[in-house]
């Protein structure tokens, strides 16, 4: 027995001396990646030194003597960082995915090789400006620099994903950092599936005027109405749903609803306690670890600017300089439009135009998938634009039999000036100057927002299509792509995108709300990201004579939802008041009980309260009550509440209280059955989920973000080192927006928010203030990986300032980049 008790013992101390060694061996080489920040090293393509300095939280400041030494060092910072997050968004623009990640990506690939995002971005670099690709190639040589030293010193490959993921790393060129602003504008891009979404729902439902209830307009001048899907499509199409297509691992094409939004808001000096102007923005995208924001300090030939880039793309895309800060949001511009191709009969090589048949523009494309076989697919192309298979964003659902569908989409154009735009944004001098540079944006269309000195301005900047008056659809459903009125026209001229310059009362703003209502073909959309924000914006906004940058910040971290003021009253008119206390255990007395909470409630949505987690899942069930029974499956495609749609429904506008009853049910519904039938289903989903004693719940549980890695995120024991998870306020429709999945089994994590912030004031310039949601650097073992995660949580920020002996004085390092 004591023989066998020594080898026991040798065996797990063997174990446990190879485990301890394993660790030690992967952290070793896991580590040699790690950059370090305080060193001199010898590079090849500057003009002169370049000096890096890394403030106390890992910010670089990067000193140069010309334009173009400043891009390298950005470039160089960049990789030093975010190589890993740099190189996986160029594959994803290459459609290149499945290379390293095998078959689970191909569906990903497929679309951007369809779309030919990375072919269109090499074309557009020959329609750069000269300013432009010098600072394009020398960021790239930047870039290649940092490649060339992790390569000649073992640096561990750059970044410890690369030990996972065997795979060369190519040399960074200009059309890269082109390709991944096209990338950035399809993240941004949520047309088509709204599109998708209104001809499913249109197909699904017996009543045709009920369209105009679940997918309401936003408020305002109403719209003529809409022919029905069925009568714009020929041929045969099912009149159900199939379930909602699931999104493939890395798919940059975010779900409906989470396709971009953002803030900002700016004041005139009249309007402002210091005389000087202000202007806070936080644009929201989804959550990752890293962020996609990266913060960064160049100093230019035209003075130092500041503020938050994007790894790979070489502008302080939202920030300020001495004389100008800019922030940007969603326009929500209607950029896209599918169109219904039929095909020829005798030639399924051909397509009908208004001058008859004509055939695809094809070619092959070969998919490399690693431990399986490549497959060869055959781009198409239309005169509207390329064609999308079937099978994804459910277009199998509205394309009839002998057809296919296409998209037209102002992104996808081989002279795409954007980034020459981009970085003449950043050189501007003055609102004036910023509003004429910005003419040669294309896509991502967004809401541009600028200060000077004593100027507060907004603009719609990108492409804004020309349609004909006669279009059937008006751009909101598919359309025949043979009828000439309903192509596209050519581009509206920049004069006509809408512009707010030195507005009367000293304050412009946008929330993703409807910024101007002008009839078609001349509006900008007829679908907002925003109708409920900016309610409560408008009121934190007038209710000041004067503001400061607190109180910027404090609307910025305002967590009221107008909505949850709105609706509660209306679903729960009927429900509020029982004299009697009613038994314990019974479900009346839950629902008393969570009524109770609720009428005290003022609706924030802070995380340590229990009333926003029961009104969030009373909302989420009542939707779900009202539309499944019309919808089915289609019912799964409305993850979010949608409030003009409740409120329509529980304030019987032109009968949408129809709603509320079940048809198949034999006694009529009224809509107070479906709120006391509804709330009880979220008690339910409470008591299983959350547990039973509603007073001790915290909204923060249910609403946490989680800070993925987007490919070791879901690796089991990995997860815990490489995501960040916080719980957070917010919600929905606060100004502090969290949007929450709206998926099981987790409908209320946080997906989507503010990953920057930033706050600037032109009374004091270096008071100004900005965050991001994790840390600077891309390295899970670095300390700057999550350092800023807890700051941005509390709502607190770090110095923005040009001054750089702040800079030096808490420095991390100084990185000397000298010519050899």
């Not at 039999?401 to 980034?419: R, Y």
């Not at 100004?768 to 891309?778: L, P, Y």
């Not at 670095?782 to 800023?788: K, V």
Request: aromatic share 8%.
């Amino acid at each position: 027995m004591a023989r066998v008790f020594r080898w026991l013992l040798r065996l797990a101390t063997a174990f446990v001396v190879l485990a301890v060694l394993a660790v030690a061996t992967v952290y070793y080489l896991a580590s040699r990646s790690l950059p370090s920040y305080d060193k001199t090293l010898p590079v090849a393509g500057t003009t002169a030194d370049i000096e890096i300095v890394r403030d106390n939280s890992a910010i670089p400041h990067i000193l140069a003597l010309s334009d173009r030494d400043a891009f390298f060092g950005l470039g160089y910072a960049h990789a030093q960082d975010r190589l890993w997050q740099m190189m996986l968004l160029r594959r994803t623009a290459q459609g290149r995915l499945s290379e390293m990640f095998g078959r689970a990506t191909v569906e990903t690939d497929t679309l951007l090789r369809r779309l030919d995002l990375y072919t269109l971005a090499v074309q557009s670099v020959e329609h750069q400006d000269a300013r432009t690709l010098d600072a394009l190639e020398a960021y790239a040589a930047g870039v290649n620099a940092r490649i060339s030293e992790i390569n000649a010193r073992s640096l561990g490959r750059g970044a410890p994903e690369y030990f996972l993921f065997d795979a060369a790393i190519a040399p960074w060129q200009p059309a890269d950092s082109i390709a991944l602003i096209k990338v950035m504008a399809l993240q941004l891009a949520g047309h088509l599936e709204e599109e998708v979404l209104r001809a499913r729902t249109s197909l699904a439902l017996d009543d045709a005027a009920r369209l105009a209830d679940i997918l309401p307009d936003s408020p305002g001048t109403g719209v003529a109405a809409l022919p029905d899907y069925a009568a714009l499509a020929p041929g045969v199409l099912p009149r159900h749903a199939s379930a909602q297509s699931p999104r493939p691992p890395l798919f940059p094409v975010p779900a409906r609803g989470l396709a971009g939004a953002s803030n900002v808001w700016a004041a005139a000096p009249d309007r402002s306690a210091g005389r000087g102007t202000l202007l806070a923005n936080d644009p929201h995208l989804g959550f990752s670890a890293p962020s996609i924001w990266y913060l960064a300090r160049m100093e230019l030939q035209s003075g130092g600017v500041i503020g938050g880039t994007i790894p790979g793309i070489p502008t302080v895309l939202v920030g300020r300089t001495e004389a100008l800060a800019w922030g940007l949001t969603s326009s929500y511009l209607d950029d896209q439009d599918l169109f219904l191709e039929e095909l020829n009969p005798d030639d399924p090589e051909e397509y009908r135009t208004p001058d008859g048949f004509k055939r695809f523009r094809t070619r092959k494309t070969i998919i490399e998938i690693k431990d399986h076989a490549p497959i060869t697919i055959t781009l198409r192309w239309t005169e509207n634009g390329p064609v999308l298979p079937g099978s994804q964003f459910n277009l199998g659902d509205i394309t009839p039999q002998g057809h296919v569908m296409s998209l037209a989409w102002t992104a996808l154009s081989p002279e795409d000036t954007s980034a020459s735009a981009a970085i003449a944004l950043m050189m501007s001098g003055s609102v004036e100057e910023a509003l004429e540079v910005s003419r040669g944006f294309m896509a991502p269309s967004q809401n541009l927002t600028l200060i000077d000195d004593d100027t507060v301005a907004m603009k719609l900047i990108g492409t804004m299509p020309r349609r004909d008056p006669a279009h059937q659809s008006r751009g909101r459903l598919p359309s025949p792509g043979w009828i000439a009125t309903n192509r596209w026209q050519g581009a509206l001229p920049y004069t006509s995108n809408p512009e707010f310059l030195a507005p009367v009362g000293g304050i412009v703003g946008n929330t993703n709300n409807k910024v101007i209502d002008r009839p078609f073909p001349n509006h900008v959309s007829y679908h907002w990201g925003d109708s409920q924000r900016v309610q409560r914006w408008r009121g934190l906004m007038q209710g000041r004579k004067v503001h400061t940058r607190d109180s910027f910040v404090e609307a910025q971290l305002d967590t009221v939802s107008p909505v949850a003021r709105t609706l509660l009253p209306l679903i729960g008119a009927d429900l509020w008041y029982t004299e009697e206390t009613l038994p314990e255990g019974t479900p009346e007395r839950r629902r008393q009980r969570a009524l109770a909470l609720l009428a005290e409630w003022n609706g924030a949505m802070n995380e340590h309260l229990p009333e926003p987690l029961i009104y969030a899942a009373w909302l989420r069930a009542l939707q779900d009550r009202l539309i499944r029974d019309d919808l089915g499956p289609l019912a799964d495609a409305y993850t979010h509440v949608q409030p003009l749609f409740i409120e329509r429904v529980f304030r019987n506008v032109d009968g949408a209280s129809i709603w509320c009853d079940v048809r198949r049910s034999a006694p009529r519904e009224t809509c107070t059955d479906i709120a006391r039938l509804a709330l009880d289903d979220a008690l339910i989903w409470i008591e299983e989920t959350h547990g039973s004693a509603l007073e001790s719940l915290r909204w923060g549980d249910a609403h946490a973000v989680t800070h993925k890695h987007e490919v070791l995120g879901d690796v089991p024991l990995l997860r815990y080192f490489v995501n960040i998870r916080q719980t957070t306020s917010g919600g929905d429709h606060t100004l502090m927006r969290g949007v929450t999945s709206g998926r099981d089994p987790d409908p209320f994590a946080n997906v989507h928010g503010a990953g920057y912030r930033g706050v600037y004031d032109f009374a004091d310039p270096d008071s100004s203030v900005f965050i991001n949601a994790t840390g600077q650097s891309g390295h899970f073992l670095s300390r700057h990986y999550d350092d800023l995660g807890q700051l941005w949580r509390r709502g607190e920020y770090v110095p923005m300032s040009l001054d750089i002996d702040l800079a030096r004085a808490a420095s991390v390092g100084i990185t000397r980049l000298v010519k050899p």
